[in-house]
Each structure stands twice: as C-alpha cells, then as structure tokens.
C-alpha cells in the first residue's frame, strides 16, 4: 500500500527531487544542545497510574500503531507537549469510537 503524504511532505519530496535541498552540518555548541535536551527528555523518574474508559484506550493504541510507538510512549509525548504548550491538534485518520459516543449523547 502506498503512503499518502500531505502537502508539505509532499513539498518537502519535491524540492528534494529537484535537488533544492543542500545537507547542512550542526555546530558542536548545537549538537550539544540537542544531546543535553534529548537526555533530559528521556529522564523518566516517576510514574503515574490513571483510569481510561476502554474506547479510549483502544483509540490510543490504534493511534499509538499509526504513528509506530507504543501507546505509554505516545501518552507521554502528549502530556509532554500540552504541558509545554506545544500541543497541536490534528485530525486523525481513525474515526475515535470514545468521540462518536459523545456527539451521540450530546445529541441525544
């Protein structure tokens, strides 16, 4: 099957097709950076446990499978991201069963 890409990837295969995109090397300073951001992002030192309505927790998975990860990993990531305002909302290519029940009670 195929990818399906969206427009900027596609963009992004485009330009390098036509050779428009030149490699560039990191700085040691900016590979540093990036090393001490990266082992600080991947300190894990404590542990929570929380309760998921089961429709839930099978949209993470399938989620968490679209993007190749597992799903504590995505879980992280995105309370990760929320909590450094970094959190963008893009729709996903699953319809969430825990979304339909909600527009189904809410217009019940």
């Known amino acids: ?30 590979l540093e950076k990036f090393r001490s951001a990266a082992q600080l992002t991947f300190v894990k030192d404590r542990r929570v446990n929380i309760r998921l309505t089961s429709p839930d927790l099978m949209d993470i998975q399938t989620r968490a499978l679209e993007e190749g990860i597992p799903y504590q990993t995505l879980i992280a990531s995105v309370l990760h991201k929320f909590v450094s305002g970094s959190l963008i909302e893009k729709s996903s290519r699953i319809t969430g069963r825990s979304t339909r029940t909600a527009k189904k009670q809410a217009a019940g």
């Open 1 to 30: 099957m195929k990818k399906k890409y969206d427009k900027f990837e596609d963009e992004i295969i485009e330009a390098y097709e036509k050779g428009e995109l030149i490699s560039t090397t990191p700085s040691k300073a900016e």
